[in-house]
């Protein structure tokens, strides 16, 4: 399988999307919600994605539409719209939802715990067991776990200050990790003795 999963950032991109249906919907209301710029091509917007400022333009545009995006989605039932604009836009981020194997960008299924984002991929094999296997992992995260995140966080950030050393921040890092007295607050959900007793520690390293 030549795909890898990567992050990248969304802030003033611009993406278009052909159609506006539901999984049309669903990715401009992704993208719009990370800040990027939505320009859907189809018949009409729900109040939703007009109140987000998605703007709706028609197919006699495309050519244009194409050279302003930086990622494109394709959505639509109109196979000969969709070969053409993935034809057109072979220089571009193009993700095509009918066959991701036609495009060089799949949009995997994501979700969001708090701080912790995942997202499941199949290989195309079956967005069905991706939507499964959410749901098995949204009952394994506890609550626990997204406090040791946030823990973590702030005893990284206060340890750049004191220790320089990359290596020597991660092993007081995994000592945190281990160690029964924080353990003990997160466990509480105690995240302001946590922090306080965190930063005991870091000011006797």
Do not use: C
């Amino acid at each position: 399988m030549d795909w890898t999963s990567l992050y990248f950032k969304t802030n003033d991109l611009n993406v278009l999307i052909l159609g506006t249906g539901e999984v049309a919907t669903r990715r401009a209301n992704r993208f719009l919600d990370k800040n990027s710029n939505v320009i859907l091509v189809g018949n009409s917007l729900n109040d939703e994605l007009i109140e987000k400022r998605a703007i709706l333009k028609d197919q006699s545009e495309i050519d244009d539409l194409v050279k302003w995006s930086d990622l494109i989605i394709i959505a639509t039932g109109d196979i000969d719209l969709a070969d053409y604009v993935t034809n057109i836009g072979r220089d571009k981020l193009v993700n095509r939802a009918d066959n991701p194997n036609l495009a060089n960008l799949i949009v995997p299924t994501t979700f969001k715990i708090e701080d912790v984002e995942i997202s499941i991929f199949t290989g195309g094999k079956s967005p069905l067991m991706a939507h499964e296997l959410r749901k098995k992992i949204q009952n394994i995260i506890t609550s626990e776990d997204i406090l040791e995140i946030k823990i973590q966080d702030y005893g990284r950030k206060l340890l750049k200050n004191k220790v320089l050393n990359q290596k020597d921040r991660r092993d007081y890092l995994y000592s945190f990790l281990k160690d029964e007295i924080l353990n003990n607050y997160i466990k509480n959900n105690d995240l302001k003795g946590a922090k306080l007793y965190l930063k005991n520690l870091i000011n006797d390293i």
